[in-house]
Structure formats: structure tokens, C-alpha cells
């Protein structure tokens, strides 16, 4: 009897839901139905081109460039950020768009992020791009500057979309736009692609077009010649591979052409219906389904020799590489990448599982990688702990130790500019206890904020809260790097419907990799429910005990939500749950038999290392010399030579960097602290040796 009533109360669940499933579907079309009434002259109808003219005109009431310190931008999605090319202390970030759960608003706003004084600043042009997002921008290589091509903008209800085809070139110290009008034909309009740079060219490949009723993914590849100002579509080798149509990928500069990693995008697939009865129980109907991928490709770029002109277009070749050792494991999408030192840093990402046609199961990551381009092969950044040596204080173990190295004398220098500082603050009456002297306070640091007060500007950059533990879980973050250090702004996070962009940035040292520095934080606004959301909500009501349970459940999670301390102690991402085991990946690495360069050792800055291995690597560079062209060496300045050995003793550096940390890493475990050689050590009587954690140069 007891199995029999459970049959009974199963079958009777079954009707119930399929009953349900069909009360659902006839909502679903009486809504549209109503939403396609509602929607006509409202969102349908909006005259995009008609919209950005009127943006255009009001762009002309500007009539000059100005800059104006102000906070920091807005939250935002979709928008671009790069390390300015023409110094290493500014941070350039435009455009963007802004959804709050009804309406999207777009950006055509230009911010710079000055590094050394923790400052943003506000740039408006009577000339720049349109407000847009989903642009892609890059730095121009041997032209200098920075170019952007395309973007979309949407109506605030998304309805209807506009694709750019526009190209434009930013002089970063002049901060000024000026719109490319090219030789010829050029890319068509589209969103989602990437660009970089190779010698003279500017590379642009794939993104998608969006009408609302369909999207088209794209795989066509574009050179712009800056010399010659002419767009190359280059043609391909007969036979030969591509890439397939994607977007938000990984596109990074090469010494060669360019590197490809990765990509997302919806393809063709034919899917079982969702009827109950027998007869159509084999039908199927054909989908897109989202992909992720996880292919490399080598872009080769030939530039033309002679006798062809140097305005004819330039060979090109892609060429499929293997799938990289240690990549990201299950495959993600939005895990943005950002160039530094022949590698691409990786961080964030969501993988998708789609459990039916109605639900999708996410799960978002917060690991930060490492993708060595030329031995194709991933390495997870884990942040490291502080070393005993590096804590200062008096009486503990590592201010002992540091008494005469440079951390110790760092820590004694910070120490005395801050009592020095405090010092100042009693003798001007800024720490007493009357009113007046309050005033004096509020002052100061005023002026701190905008930028006037250098001493008291520095002061506030030790403010910075440094946490222990990496940002919150996203995708799509908007990733820059200056001065071998990372810079995060931003990134969209989902929990059930709804949808969060995050308003906050934070810095990594790359060579330390000692703490997340939070440069600023403020909450994520509440998400506007819209009508529909409400609806679906209503039909769920309609289920089982346990379904209304498990609602109810979701409901408080999302109530709750906006309440929530993104930044409340996690548990670090294991490397184990998104990288690939690998036993190779924690052994100590050691230089090949055909590998005979000079390597690093454990605990060594890049100084030290120069400094210990600089005759081996000008030794290198005289032999390479002598190879390549006659009477090169006796052409080439001392000076010249030692800038050449620097230039590759960095580059190693920076390329056994993460084994050469796991090494560390090892040692630190059993014991054992930082290696000086005996003759090292005679050079730090200064305390300016470069004994540290690995970091690479310092502001």
C-alpha cells in the first residue's frame, strides 16, 4: 500500500505540473501580447539616431577640454579602462552603461585616475564618442595614443539597439578626441570585440551585432594602418583556419601579431521540445544555446617588404595553438584579461549551467590567474601572507631582523614621517580641543581631497584599506595595469533575477601580491523590480509545498540582498575547484638543459637580480648583436647595452615569476626565510638592497 500511494501521489504531482506548466505558457503569451500593445510608440518607436543627435548637440555647448576633480565614476558595465601609454601614473576609463532593472543608461563620460594622488578627475570635450557601451579600445603601439572603434547604445527599455562603426583616436596628455575618417572601407558596426596593437596596426577582430530580434556573432578580422590611415581586410591563406564568431574574448599583443584566448557566444542546436504527450515526445526544435570558449589562436602579421609598397596590406595567418596547461576549470565566461609583462592576467568569470529552459544554475569566481602567452600556460596568483620580516614593530622577531635591511628601515622611515606629520598637526593646533582648531581640521582636509595639499594627500593615501582576501565573486570586471601593478573597477554579479554591478575598484601588486588595496567602495543600489518579475513571481506561487518553500526561501535571500556586506569574511577560492590538478604547477622550477639564461632565486627582487646577473645578460645581448648585423656591438652605446640587458633580465623576471614564488612559497612552509648571498648582503649597508617579497619596481 505505502508504494502505491507514492506512485498515486507521484503521478498526481506530475498532472499538477504539467497543468501548472500549461496555465504558465497561456500567461506568458496573454502578457505578450498586452507588452506588445503597451510597448507600441513607447520603446519600439524611439528614434535612436534621432536621440544621439540631440547627445551631439549638446557635446558642442562644450568648448574646450576641461578637467574637474570629482568622485569617483558611477557604477557601471560594459565600459574601458587602460593604464595611460604616455606616463605610468594615470588610469584612463570611458563610457559604459548602467542597468538598474528597468531602464539602461548609457555613458559617454571620460574619467583619469591619478595614481600617486588618489585622484579622479572629470574630462569634457566639445568633441568625443557618443554615449555607448560593449566599445573596445587599446593603445596605439608605435602611433602612441589611444584608439576606440564601435559600441552600441540601446533605448532605456532595451527595445531597440544602435551599433557604431565609428573610429576615433584619444591623445592622452592633451585628452583630446579626434574622429579617424579612413582611407577606403572599414569594419562594419558591432559591440563585443577586442582590439590591440602590432608595430603600426591596430587589430580588431570579431564582437556581434544585435537587432532585438536576432544577434549575429562575427569572425572577420581588420588591420588599421596608422601610418598610411587605411583599414586592411586582410585575406586569408587558402585552406587555412580561423577563429569562430565570438565575442568577449582575450586579444593581446604579441612581438609577432597578436594572442587569442577564449570567447563567448550562442550557436544552433537542436533541442527536445517540452510536450508531454507521446506523439511529439521526439520532436525537436532548434535553439541557440550559449558557448564558451576555450581555443588559442596565434595571429602571425607579415608587414610588407620590399618591392611592395609599405601601404600594401600585410600578411596575416592564424595559426590554432594547444589548449592551454592549467586553464581555467569548468570553462567561464566574462573572466577579463589584462596585459602585463608577455602574460595575461585573468580574473573573475561565471559558468553557466543551463538545467532546463527556464532555469540556469551560475557560478561566479573571484580567482586571479596568470596566462604565460608564450608557454601557453596558466598560473593561479594566490595572495600571500606577510612575512615575519616585514611587520616593523619593536620586539617582534621580523623588526629585529629588519633593524638593518630595507624593511626595517622602511617601517622606521614611515613611522618617523608619521609622527613628524602628527608633530605638524599639534604645532598648527589642527589636534586640539577647541572649535576653532576643528575648523582648522575640516580645512585640510578638504584641501587633501581635492588636490592641493601634497603632505596631507599623502597622509590620506595610508588610509587605504588593504584586505586579505580578493574581491567579491564577478564577471566582466574592467581590468588595467600600471606600474606592475593590477587595478579591478567594477563587474556585474547575479543572484536569481536580478542583476549587480558593483561600484567599488581595488589594486594589486602584481610582484608582492601581498593584499587587495580597496580604493573605494560604495553600495550597489536596489534593483528596480519591473512588472514581469512580479508576475513570474505570482506564477510561482501556484506550485507545490515544497516549491512555495523553496520561493519563499529565494524571496528572503532577495530581500535580504541589498542588505548584504559583499566584503564579509569568505573562505579564499581554492585554486583546486577552477584550475586543472597539476603536480608540475608546485615544483620547484629550474632552468632547462637548453635554457641557460640567468634565474632567479627565491626571495630576489628584480633589482638584485639585474645587479647580480647583469654581466651575463649584456654578454647575451653583445652575442645576439654580433649574429644579427655587422658591426652592430661597435654601433651600440654602453649605455644602450645595459639598457638591453635590463630590458631582458625584466623580462625573465617576469616570466619564471609564479614558479619562482611556488619556490618561496615551499620554503616559507619549511622554515626557511629569504636567501642572501654572502656578497649580496655587503652591498645593503643603506638598507637599500632589494631583499623583499618579490616585487617588482616601487612608486
Known amino acids: 500500500m505505502p508504494k502505491k500511494d507514492a506512485k498515486a501521489k507521484a503521478v498526481e504531482k506530475k498532472a499538477a505540473k504539467a497543468a501548472r506548466q500549461s496555465k504558465k505558457t497561456e500567461k ?71 542597468f ?117 556573432y562575427l569572425s572577420d578580422l581588420w ?20 577563429p569562430d ?41 532548434v535553439a541557440l544555446k550559449p558557448h564558451v570558449h576555450q581555443d588559442t589562436w596565434f595571429l602571425r602579421i607579415t608587414p610588407p617588404s620590399p618591392p611592395l609598397p609599405s601601404s600594401a596590406a600585410p600578411g596575416v595567418r592564424w595559426e590554432r595553438r594547444k589548449k592551454p596547461v592549467n586553464a581555467p576549470n569548468p570553462a567561464r565566461a566574462g573572466a577579463t584579461m589584462a596585459w602585463h609583462k608577455s602574460r595575461g592576467i585573468c580574473f573573475g568569470g561565471v559558468h553557466d549551467v543551463e538545467d532546463s529552459e527556464e532555469g540556469i544554475e551560475s557560478e561566479f569566481f573571484d580567482q586571479l590567474l596568470a596566462w604565460n602567452v608564450d608557454r601557453n600556460r596558466f598560473f593561479p596568483l594566490t595572495l600571500r601572507r ?57 580645512v585640510v582636509v578638504v584641501k587633501a581631497s581635492q588636490g592641493v595639499d601634497d603632505e596631507e594627500d599623502d597622509e590620506r593615501k595610508k588610509e587605504v584599506v588593504v584586505l586579505n582576501t580578493m574581491p567579491h565573486p564577478r564577471f566582466n570586471a574592467q581590468l588595467a595595469v600600471q606600474e606592475d601593478s593590477l587595478y579591478i573597477f567594477g563587474g556585474t554579479y547575479e543572484h536569481g533575477e536580478r542583476e549587480y554591478t558593483f561600484d567599488e575598484m581595488f589594486s594589486i601588486d602584481l610582484g608582492k601580491l601581498d593584499g587587495v588595496k580597496q580604493l573605494f567602495k560604495r553600495e550597489v543600489e536596489n534593483w528596480v523590480e519591473s512588472e514581469e518579475s512580479d508576475e513570474e513571481g505570482s506564477d510561482e506561487e501556484e506550485g507545490d509545498e515544497s516549491d512555495e518553500a523553496e520561493g519563499s526561501k529565494m524571496d528572503v535571500e532577495d530581500q535580504t540582498w541589498d542588505k ?29 638543459a637548453h635554457d641557460n639564461r640567468p634565474y632567479p632565486r627565491p626571495f630576489e627582487s628584480l ?28 654601433n651600440s652605446s654602453i649605455k644602450e647595452l645595459k639598457k638591453k640587458g635590463f630590458d631582458r ?11 619562482v614564488m611556488a619556490m618561496e612559497d615551499e620554503q616559507e612552509r619549511a622554515g626557511i626565510g629569504e636567501v642572501v648571498s654572502l656578497g649580496a648582503s655587503g652591498e645593503r649597508k643603506d638598507g637599500s638592497g632589494g631583499a623583499g617579497g618579490g616585487g617588482g619596481r616601487r612608486r
Request: hydrophobic fraction near 30%; charge should be negative; glycine fraction near 10%.
Open 28 to 98: 506568458k503569451e496573454k502578457k505578450a501580447k498586452t507588452k506588445s500593445k503597451d510597448d507600441d510608440g513607447s520603446d519600439e518607436d524611439v528614434d535612436l539616431e534621432a536621440v544621439l543627435a540631440e547627445y551631439a548637440k549638446q557635446q558642442e555647448q562644450f568648448l574646450k577640454v576641461t578637467e574637474v576633480i570629482c568622485s569617483p565614476p558611477s557604477a557601471r558595465s560594459s565600459s574601458t579602462f587602460l593604464g595611460s601609454p604616455s606616463n605610468s601614473n594615470e588610469l584612463f576609463l570611458f563610457g559604459g552603461e548602467y
Open 100 to 216: 538598474n532593472g528597468a531602464l539602461a543608461t548609457f555613458y559617454n563620460d571620460l574619467y583619469t585616475y591619478n595614481i600617486p594622488r588618489s585622484e579622479w578627475r572629470r574630462i569634457t570635450s566639445p568633441n568625443s564618442p557618443l554615449p555607448r557601451s560593449g566599445h573596445a579600445w587599446t593603445r596605439g603601439g608605435n602611433a602612441g595614443g589611444i584608439y576606440l572603434f564601435g559600441g552600441e547604445f540601446s533605448s532605456p527599455k532595451q527595445g531597440t539597439f544602435y551599433h557604431y562603426n565609428d573610429f576615433w583616436r584619444l591623445e592622452p596628455s592633451t585628452r583630446e578626441w579626434s574622429r579617424i575618417e579612413s582611407k577606403g572601407k572599414g569594419p562594419p558596426a558591432r559591440s563585443g570585440h577586442r582590439m590591440t596593437y602590432y608595430k603600426n596596426y591596430i587589430v580588431l577582430f570579431g564582437g556581434f551585432q544585435d537587432t532585438s530580434q536576432s544577434t549575429k
Open 223 to 242: 588591420l588599421y594602418d596608422t601610418s598610411n590611415y587605411v583599414w586592411h581586410s586582410p585575406t586569408l591563406p587558402a585552406a587555412s583556419q580561423k
Open 245 to 285: 564568431p565570438r565575442s568577449s574574448f582575450s586579444l593581446l599583443p604579441h612581438d609577432a601579431g597578436a594572442v587569442l584566448y577564449g570567447g563567448y557566444s550562442r550557436v544552433k542546436t537542436n533541442v527536445p521540445t517540452s510536450s508531454s504527450s507521446k506523439s511529439n515526445a521526439h520532436t525537436k526544435r
Open 386 to 442: 606577510p612575512r615575519a620580516g616585514a611587520v616593523g614593530k619593536g620586539g617582534q622577531q621580523g623588526g629585529e631582523k629588519g633593524g638593518s635591511g630595507k624593511r626595517g628601515g622602511r617601517g622606521r622611515a614611515d613611522e618617523e614621517e608619521l609622527l613628524a606629520n602628527l608633530a605638524r598637526l599639534e604645532a598648527s593646533g589642527g589636534l586640539g580641543g577647541g572649535g576653532g582648531e576643528e575648523m582648522d581640521v575640516d
Open 564 to 592: 548584504m556586506d559583499l566584503d564579509e569574511p569568505r573562505e579564499p577560492a581554492t585554486p583546486a575547484t577552477s584550475i586543472a590538478t597539476d603536480p608540475e604547477l608546485v615544483e620547484p622550477a629550474t632552468p632547462t
Open 607 to 634: 633589482r638584485d637580480f639585474y645587479a647580480r646577473t647583469s654581466t651575463e645578460w649584456q654578454e647575451l645581448v653583445i652575442q645576439d648583436l654580433r649574429e644579427s648585423a655587422l658591426n652592430a656591438v661597435e
Open 649 to 659: 633580465a625584466e623580462e625573465r623576471w617576469w616570466d619564471v615569476r609564479e614558479e
